[in-house]
């Protein structure tokens, strides 16, 4: 068991820049989560995919986001047109499907905006 | 809609001294329960899960939580806990009908401190 993987750890970059961090679900997991924890607080969810579907996205996921995960392994989530709000840690989960799995977390990418 | 409350942002402890992290849930219908772990800079570690069954769990690193449904609570405890045990907590609920456990909805954590 490798353990979800997420890419880069730290990601520094100007406001108005793209961003895009990736994530390497455990092998054998086909569903994917996306979260995104703000200073002091609990991580809210984003998205959720089931093999390549995206099949869920919250509210806080504004147009400037986006996520894929094209052949249903590794996924990537997009932010276009960063926001001071944007910074965060963005944390990827993955589980098995077929009831109340655990989710497993990789250890998070965090977002700086300057 | 479902909530997760964390009765405590922070609790300091002494080291060898047993300590509970008080969560409680809203739902109107049935969940499942977990508790997380976050050291600083990494991800989140599951502790333990509730899903059915015994309403006692036992989790790694000698923790345990109670499930009451009547008080709808999922407290955490440790009857002796050690300096390495300082990381931030996180109860977390899900249900089928959240899509399908498709989510976990969090609380805002506690931040436990172990002190010597």
């Known amino acids: 068991d490798t353990g979800v993987s997420q890419n880069p750890r730290h990601k520094i970059t100007k406001r108005g820049q793209n961003v895009t961090f990736r994530c390497d679900p455990i092998?054998?997991?086909?569903?994917l989560y996306w979260y995104r924890q703000t200073l002091g607080q609990g991580p809210e969810f984003l998205t959720y995919?089931?093999?390549?579907?995206?099949?869920?996205k919250s509210r806080l996921l504004s147009d400037r986001f986006s996520a894929e995960r094209p052949k249903g392994s590794f996924s990537t989530l997009e932010i276009q047109r960063t926001e001071q709000g944007d910074s965060a840690m963005y944390l990827c989960?993955?589980?098995?499907?077929?009831?109340?799995?655990?989710?497993?977390f990789g250890d998070g990418t965090r977002l700086s905006i300057l | 809609a479902q909530s997760v409350t964390q009765l405590d942002s922070q609790v300091p402890v002494f080291e060898e001294a047993p300590v509970e992290l008080r969560c409680n849930y809203s739902?109107?219908?049935?969940?499942?329960l977990f508790w997380y772990v976050q050291y600083p800079n990494q991800g989140l570690q599951l502790l333990l899960k509730?899903?059915?069954?015994?309403?006692l769990v036992k989790g790694i690193n000698g923790f345990e939580a109670e499930f009451n449904k009547s008080q709808t609570s999922f407290h955490l405890r440790k009857p002796s806990v050690h300096i390495s045990d300082t990381a931030e907590y996180f109860c977390?609920?899900?249900?089928?009908?959240?899509?399908?456990?498709?989510?976990?909805?969090f609380g805002a954590g506690t931040r436990l401190a172990v002190h010597p």
């Open positions: 989960a993955s589980s098995l499907a077929g009831g109340p799995q655990p989710q497993h």
């Open positions: 977390a609920v899900t249900s089928p009908f959240s899509g399908g456990y498709n989510k976990l909805i």
């Open positions: 739902s109107s219908v049935s969940v499942y």
């Open positions: 509730y899903l059915s069954g015994s309403t």
């Open positions: 995919f089931q093999n390549e579907a995206q099949l869920e």
């Open positions: 092998s054998e997991h086909n569903r």
